[in-house]
């Protein structure tokens, strides 16, 4: 059963960047599709990238599109996210998450196979 652990969430202002990181164990990360989402208070948890076992294929959620970046080092069995010009409503707890499938359209929360404990991000006015 793979492991999932997120870093890299700090306070940052508005306009900064950041990067985080999902460093899978347990299992190769290259057999499954990677996402990450996030949950801010009072909301549901959000999808925000994902992208397939080989990097051919990603998609974001609109609010993050030219902004954010999913990567993965299937050697390293890292996920990152590269996350610029970060606004207020990024601040969530960013969580990744592994999946069988790579989806086109919507990606379904209730489908990911194995989540992180998560990561804060807090985006200063």
């Known amino acids: 059963q793979v492991q999932l652990v997120e870093s890299g969430g700090q306070l940052v202002q508005t306009g900064d960047s950041l990067r985080l990181s999902c460093v899978a164990s347990?299992?190769?990360?290259?057999?499954?599709?990677m996402n990450w989402f996030r949950q801010a208070p009072v909301k549901e948890r959000e999808f925000v990238a994902e992208?397939?076992?080989?990097?051919?294929?990603?998609q974001y959620t609109d609010s993050v599109k030219g902004r954010f970046t999913i990567f993965r080092d299937n050697a390293e069995n890292t996920l990152y996210l590269q996350l610029n010009s970060l606004k207020p409503e990024d601040t969530a707890v960013y969580y990744c998450?592994?999946?069988?499938?790579?989806?086109?359209?919507?990606?379904?929360?209730?489908?990911?196979?194995?989540w992180g404990q998560g990561t804060q991000v807090t985006v200063s006015s």
């Open positions: 992208i397939s076992r080989e990097s051919i294929n990603t």
């Open positions: 998450a592994t999946a069988q499938f790579f989806y086109r359209g919507t990606v379904p929360a209730n489908e990911m196979t194995t």
């Open positions: 347990g299992a190769t990360m290259a057999t499954y599709s």
